[in-house]
């Protein structure tokens, strides 16, 4: 602990990083976001970054942010920020927007050149005073004249001295928020492990911002932020799709099958193929195919050869696989597809987040091609939500989409490392020797799952058909037969519907007093809107609430349950097809909607908002 006295002890704190692309704001909001979850806050990050690949240094097309809320009960990064940390002056004008009217902003003093203003289309040259910023609540840091001073004797000339910028705000947010230098320096000698000269510069960097804080500041309180009370382990901060890799390898060890991975690049789901890539020791095989077409066939062709088959895309990839999923479908093999969702349709807003492919997913495809879709809820759950998939895909013989979005993708949370005996054994249906002598047919189905059997080629006696023609009940033999195909598909559709029977059943919060109102989402909104049913209960608006994970097939008890509240509102961030599909399971019920494709989450405000408006009338 710092010799601090003016110390203020706070829950959470929101802090926004915003620079240049080229300023590092990722990496230094990233490793505060990490040494605060090993202090034992939780932690929710969004990473806000533009789709231009370098638009010019200064302007403010450039500029990329980072917002990250710490603290006790955090569910979302935060409506606004308590601290900006704005590296130039386009970052401070973009990002003031932001920040509340009472907080802090940490601003390179030095980067107020005329050049700059001129490119962030500043009408004067003071543009503190030009912005209407109250100047007890900005820090002006003369960081190129500190960087020169510190790195002096390193031999480091003037452009690789101001690479290390973000280090030394990275140094002062540490001094205020009373976050130790020595676990910052923990995670650079990691990151530069192979390059000491580069590690012992950014670590003087990283100290001598905490020091012009300690030393220059004083007057300014220093915050320490209060932890929360979580279960003993080793916590780390983990992304939604390095979660996603890492849960679909946790499927593979539980199921007994190796994992496969065919994908093509595309933002934002391209971290999932670099993760599974570096996996070769855990017996992962990523390859990376030509297209999204191709991504999709060689995982069907590696689940039947009995792999773990597995394909990522986002939106406009979802679009290119729907022949390949359908194959998948009538071959009835075991297939997870990972679709991160951003925006659209065609290329829209690759970097921004959206809700908008459920649809898609849901009837994407030509003639009755009925599959299981489940959908994240946050950083952490992708880990749990890409293991579940693979656990009904491989159980039940069907392929899975999994939705997740680019905003819990890329952002972040506290993450604690489980144990293997936390998640079940997932069991394969292969037929045995016995059941092949016994007369084993292909398409024998399991009971009331009516899942059929994986028959791995060179399984003795248990030789078949498979493919995109219809195939007979009993045989597997192709078939045109009327009654048949009427038979198959009554069977692909009864063998996703018993799904139910494996899943959780709907159990909505704040439930205990009855209320006539629920609010509901599904996927990655789940923070934004908890917290919003929260705050509304804490006001004494009493609403239910709860957030689907599972929409083909709903819970069991899912209908039911819904049809006992008087008020229905659906928050999501597309114009309402969750809305619209529960809207087909509840004829003459009115479904409530709170919409918004903007590119970005929620704000909690909003939901708040939404919800009061429609209690009121």
Known sequence: MSEETNVKTIDRVVIRFAGDSGDGMQLAGNIFSNISAGEGNEISTFPDYPAEIR????SLSGVSGYQVSVGKDVHTPGDAADVLVAMNPAALKTNLKYLRPDGIILCDEESFTPANLKKAEYATEDPVTELGIDPKRIMLVPMATLLKNTLADSGLNQQAMMKCKNMLALGVICWLFDRPVESVLKKLQAKFA???AVYEANAKVVQAGWDYGHNTHSSMPVYRIETSTSAPGTYIDITGNTATAWGLIMASEKSGRPLFLGSYPITPATDILHELAKRKDLG?????MEDEIAGVCSAIGA?????????STSGPGLSLKSEGIGLAVMAELPL???DVQRGGPSTGLPTKTEQTDLMQALYGRNGESPLCVVAATSPTDCFDMAFNAAKIAVEHMTPVILLTDAFIANGSSAWRVPEENDYPEIKPH???AEQIQNGWKPYDRTGEDYARFWAVPGTEGAMHRVGGLEKDFNTSVISTDGP???????ARRKKVAAIANDIPLMEPLFNEENPDTILIGWGGTYGHLRTAATALNAEGKKVAFYQFKYINPLPANAIETLKGYKRIIVAELNTGMFADYLQMHLPGKEILRINKVEGQPFLVKEIVEGVKKFMEE
């Open 55 to 58: 638009a010019p240094q200064g």
């Open 194 to 196: 192979k390059k000491p």
């Open 284 to 288: 992962v095989k990523a390859i990376q």
């Open 303 to 311: 689940s039947y050869a009995g792999r773990l088959a597995v394909t």
């Open 336 to 338: 997870v597809v990972v």
């Open 430 to 432: 292969f037929p045995t």
């Open 484 to 490: 048949n195909h009427q038979k198959m598909v009554d």
